[in-house]
């Protein structure tokens, strides 16, 4: 009479977390098992790619301010093992005398300014408007603006070191 010996089915994998910068990329993970396994990710800027005994993970660019968390898990059917991949957010520059975000500065910009300070409802970006380093938006920004389109200013007194 011949015996036969089962192992209980396990999963090791290495390394359990990932961190991705904003730009994304791609990653190895090795994966140990005695058993077929099925891979899948709950995030769908995450692509995984079995590729031998590895995962190969990819993570998309993020264009998002927000910190991104996703989790891949590998099962059996009957156990599981997860991980855990974070991505850095995406910084989001906020670029001076560019009050309505359009990624121009323009006369129109200026105006927005004093469309606003009249109580006009407009939607600006207060950060972006305040290039004169002052606390208080005021129509001097909005002439900020238009020296700096107009080419008598190449930087605003915000971004000087000396503003006043």
Not at 10 to 33: A, M, Q, R
Not at 85 to 98: E, L, N, P, T
């Amino acid at each position: 009479m011949m015996s036969v010996l089962q192992f209980p089915a396990y999963i090791d994998i290495s390394p359990e977390t990932l961190i991705f910068t904003e730009n994304g990329g791609t990653k190895t993970v090795s994966v140990s098992t005695n058993t077929k396994c099925t891979v899948y990710s709950n995030a769908d800027w995450l692509a995984v790619t079995p590729q031998g005994l590895n995962l190969i993970i990819t993570a998309n660019k993020n264009e998002t301010n927000e910190i991104r968390t996703g989790i891949i898990t590998v099962t059996t059917g009957v156990i599981n093992a997860t991980i855990e991949v974070k991505q850095d957010a995406a910084v989001i520059k906020s670029r001076y005398g560019d009050v309505n975000n359009d990624g121009e500065i323009t006369f129109l910009d200026a105006v927005l300014i004093v469309y606003y300070i009249n109580g006009w409802p407009v939607n600006i970006d207060l950060t972006s408007a305040k290039v004169s380093g002052q606390e208080e938006l005021t129509y001097y920004d909005a002439i900020l603006i238009v020296q700096y389109v107009n080419n008598m200013i190449d930087v605003f007194p915000v971004e000087s070191r000396y503003h006043i």
